[in-house]
């Protein structure tokens, strides 16, 4: 069975910063790329940084570009989003997503996502 839980999530003042991550289990990890997404209150889900399934490479939303960090460690299955200079408008559920990109089998999986509230 396939999981993945993320952590870190929290109450964090204007300015700070925090990380998130996300464990997977059940799938081989190398052959995702793996995303963070999150969703604020009102918004549509966003895509806010990829990481190649080896680390190669990775990208991020306009956004968040200069104040997110994606890595992953392929020995622990799981994938890091550090965040510095935390916005309010940062506020949002944080999900974690594993996408497929080689081998067989379904092409997404989700986490359940850790709430990052950026409030004074």
């Known amino acids: 069975q396939v999981q993945l839980v993320e952590s870190g999530g929290g109450l964090v003042q204007p300015g700070g910063s925090l990380r998130l991550s996300c464990a997977a289990s059940?799938?081989?990890?190398?052959?995702?790329?793996m995303n963070w997404y999150r969703q604020g209150p009102g918004k549509e889900r966003e895509l806010v940084a990829a990481?190649?399934?080896?680390?190669?490479?990775?990208n991020y939303a306009d956004s968040v570009k200069g104040r997110s960090t994606i890595s992953r460690d392929n020995v622990k299955n799981t994938v890091y989003l550090q965040m510095y200079s935390l916005k309010p408008e940062d506020t949002a559920v944080y999900y974690c997503?594993?996408?497929?990109?080689?081998?067989?089998?379904?092409?997404?999986?989700w986490g359940k996502g850790t709430l990052v509230t950026v409030s004074s």
């Open positions: 997503n594993a996408h497929r990109v080689l081998g067989l089998g379904p092409m997404d999986y």
């Open positions: 059940g799938l081989t990890f190398t052959n995702y790329a």
């Open positions: 990481i190649t399934r080896l680390g190669g490479s990775t």
